[in-house]
């Protein structure tokens, strides 16, 4: 029994690193993603391009590592536009703090992504139906309209969290979605028949 439960675990670690993998080597990040945390992180201190890529690892819980292909050219444009600019070099590092045009396009930024978040939960994504494409046409629709839910409430929390943050509501959101996904991992185990 303990060790089927150590090759469960090890193949589910495994799926784990595949699916981070595939997600840090493809081209998933949306348009103004990077310029959005490159301008949020210099808003709290200057930092070198170096430093912005591990913090922007750290930002994503490691999920996301931008390259220096990608951030240093940011980095060039932003200068150029008058939205950074360059502080003395300081043990060979050159660090960037935000100028009033780089608030002013965070705040720009921090707006259209408000919006975006609550244009998600009239928004379709195909991707969902992917995952649901043998069930009939209503099932996948409810399907989809309960992930949607569940999405925008995690959005809609997570950012709530982030101005008004508590220990306390923290482990109940935690607990709730623990809860949730070890029921849906119960059904799927029992329609799978590995039920104990």
Not at 3 to 17: A, G, S
Not at 144 to 152: G, I, N, T
Request: with cysteine; glycine share 6%.
């Amino acid at each position: 029994m303990v060790e089927e439960k150590e090759l469960q675990h090890r193949k589910h670690q495994h799926r784990i690193m595949h699916h981070r993998n595939w997600f840090r080597h493809n081209a998933m990040v949306p348009k103004g993603f990077l310029r959005y945390h490159v301008l949020e992180a210099l808003s709290e201190k200057p930092l070198s391009g170096s430093e912005l890529i591990e913090e922007i690892h750290h930002q994503t819980g490691g999920h996301w590592k931008p390259s220096p292909g990608s951030i240093y050219p940011l980095l060039a444009w932003l200068q150029d536009n008058a939205h950074i600019k360059e502080l003395p070099t300081e043990n060979g590092l050159k660090r960037y703090e935000l100028t009033q045009n780089g608030k002013s396009l965070l705040k720009d930024q921090i707006k259209a992504r408000e919006r975006f978040h609550e244009d998600i939960g009239c928004m379709s994504h195909p991707f969902f139906d992917r995952f649901f494409r043998n069930l009939p046409q209503e099932k996948t629709n409810t399907i989809r309209s309960s992930m949607k839910r569940l999405l925008v409430a995690s959005i809609s929390l997570g950012k709530t969290l982030k101005e008004n943050f508590s220990d306390k509501d923290l482990d109940e959101a935690l607990a709730v979605l623990d809860e949730a996904s070890e029921k849906l991992e119960k059904i799927n185990q029992k329609l799978k028949g590995d039920v104990v």
